[in-house]
């Protein structure tokens, strides 16, 4: 709260994300991603599409000077090891 009384907004203290109207925890994608993706980096996060369509859900990755990192084996491996709806 500012010395005027406003409130200021710097972000959320959690790691959750909203897609669809369903509350969606972030972390847990990240750490799904880690073991196929040989990264450095990775965050997750809901995101506005600019046509209006709804959320989607993104992972951005680093993956390591040298591996051999493919979309394809990333989504294979995810396919297989996260639970559908």
């Known amino acids: 709260m500012l010395p005027d009384g406003n409130l200021v907004l710097i972000g959320r203290a959690d790691f959750n994300g909203q ?5 969606v ?7 799904s991603v880690a073991p196929a993706s040989q990264h450095t980096r990775c965050h997750a996060q809901s995101r506005e599409q600019s046509t209006g369509e709804n959320a989607r859900l993104v992972a951005y990755i680093v993956p390591r000077p040298g591996s051999t990192f493919s979309i394809g084996n990333l989504r294979s491996y995810l396919a297989d090891s996260l639970p559908t709806t």
């Open 25 to 31: 925890e972030l972390n847990p994608i990240e750490n």
């Open 19 to 23: 897609n669809s109207g369903f509350r």
